[in-house]
């Protein structure tokens, strides 16, 4: 068979699938919806890590599987710039913006193969016993000082007792109910300190996010990963604005340090 006739054929063929209606719609969906014919709806049968590892999948690919379950209006957008022509670079650079714009920062997970990873989560954790926390957070030094802990800046390690740990989630919790909101926002910058926000973003630092089971990439995961992140981003504000309140306020903080030694002693007594 010559190219001549192979272009006829291919010409007859598709006239008689466009004259069928199923075929057409077939071609259709296929068209408006080309991972159609690869899933049904979710994304258990796609297998993004192993595509990975065997070297089949792409960024791209892995893109397109997830905004098809989890966004669907970048999904439709995807294929819709595929089809203008778009390349796959610039395509999957605008599902990365579009999810980071949903609340997922992408910019944390810029390297290839990060889809299979599963949803990229910041961490925000403190570090009162890594001397190098204190380089970009000079401002909580004044807040140990208060528990008896004289944080520097060289060395390895900063033992922080358990009892500071104990009396800091004690006093972040009373403070928690004060009706007052700048209490509260002291209240969340001892959670932050001492990790016991509840928020996962919020408590775990770097090193021990990276040790946790990633969420999947599904639906409710998502869902569930984009109020956690809004939750700590809150929670951040409120964070800082304790901290600066401190600093600014040397009889709060004063304050502060004789609740903080009561409770202390409190702690020692039992």
């Known amino acids: 068979m010559n190219i001549t006739d192979f ?4 010409q007859l063929l598709t006239a ?3 004259d069928d209606p ?4 077939a071609y259709t969906v296929t068209w408006l919806d080309p991972l159609r014919v690869e899933q049904e709806g979710t994304l258990e049968d796609y297998d993004m890590a192993e595509d990975y590892y065997d ?4 960024d791209l690919e892995a893109a397109l599987h997830i905004t098809r379950d989890c966004f669907p209006d970048l999904y439709v957008e995807a294929v819709d710039n595929l089809r203008d022509g778009q390349s796959e670079e610039q395509v999957e650079e605008q599902i990365r913006e579009g999810i980071s714009e949903a609340g997922i920062p992408m910019e944390i997970a810029e390297f290839e193969g990060a889809y299979a990873f599963g949803i990229p989560l910041p961490a925000y954790g403190a570090e009162p016993e890594n001397p190098e926390f204190y380089a970009t957070h000079p401002d909580v030094m004044p807040i140990l000082v208060c528990f008896g802990v004289s944080p520097t800046t060289d060395g390895y390690h900063i033992d922080i007792p358990d009892e500071v740990y104990t009396a800091g989630r004690y006093i972040a919790h009373h403070l928690a109910e004060h009706p007052d909101d700048r209490y509260r926002q002291i209240s969340w910058l001892m959670q932050w300190l001492f990790a016991c926000s509840g928020n996962s973003i919020v408590d775990f630092n770097y090193e021990v996010m990276c040790e946790m089971q990633p969420l999947p990439w599904e639906k409710d995961d998502v869902e569930f990963a984009i109020a956690m992140i809004a939750e700590a981003d809150e929670i951040m504000v409120d964070v800082f604005a304790g901290l600066e309140m401190l600093a600014s306020q040397p009889d709060l903080l004063k304050a502060l340090q004789f609740n903080i030694h009561r409770t202390c002693s409190t702690i020692h007594l039992k």
């Open 7 to 10: 272009h006829s054929l291919y």
């Open 16 to 18: 008689a699938a466009l």
């Open 22 to 25: 199923v075929l057409r719609l």
């Open 55 to 58: 070297g089949q999948g792409n």
